[in-house]
Nanobody, 124 residues
Framework: QVQLVESGGGLVQAGGSLRLSCAAS????????MGWFRQAPGNERDFVAG????????VYADSVKGRFTISRDYAKNTVYLQMNSLKHEDTAVYYC?????????????????WGQGTQVTVSS
């Protein structure tokens, strides 16, 4: 079993920044990947960013490239999502997820473990 706990969401004005954290526990994470997804009301859950746990290699959705940065602290088993230049359309519930695959897939079905989500609201 893998437990994921997100934190760091909140209300921010457009153009501002937030950093989300995802604390992971339950197994050794070497060789796996972590992803951040988001879901706005009435929309599907979409891939935002992913990171390969061992190497730190990253991948991003086009909508957030250049504004968001995913990183991990190997010693703390924690993944971060630094979000800068936030836009109203970034408003959503953000979820972190664990995949046993070596590369962070953009497909929801490749992630068997999910956190509870944290709300990010960007006021325009």
């Amino acid at each position: 079993q893998v437990q994921l706990v997100e934190s760091g969401g909140g209300l921010v004005q457009a153009g501002g920044s937030l950093r989300l954290s995802c604390a992971a526990s339950g197994r050794t994470f070497s060789g796996s990947a972590m992803g951040w997804f988001r879901q706005a009301p009435g929309n599907e859950r979409d891939f935002v960013a992913g990171i390969r746990w061992s190497s730190g290699s990253t991948v991003y959705a086009d909508s957030v490239k250049g504004r968001f940065t995913i990183s991990r602290d190997y010693a703390k088993n924690t993944v971060y999502l630094q979000m800068n230049s936030l836009k109203h359309e970034d408003t959503a519930v953000y979820y972190c997820a664990y995949s046993s695959l070596a590369w962070p897939s953009p497909r929801l079905s490749d992630y068997p473990y999910w956190g509870q989500g944290t709300q990010v609201t960007v006021s325009s």
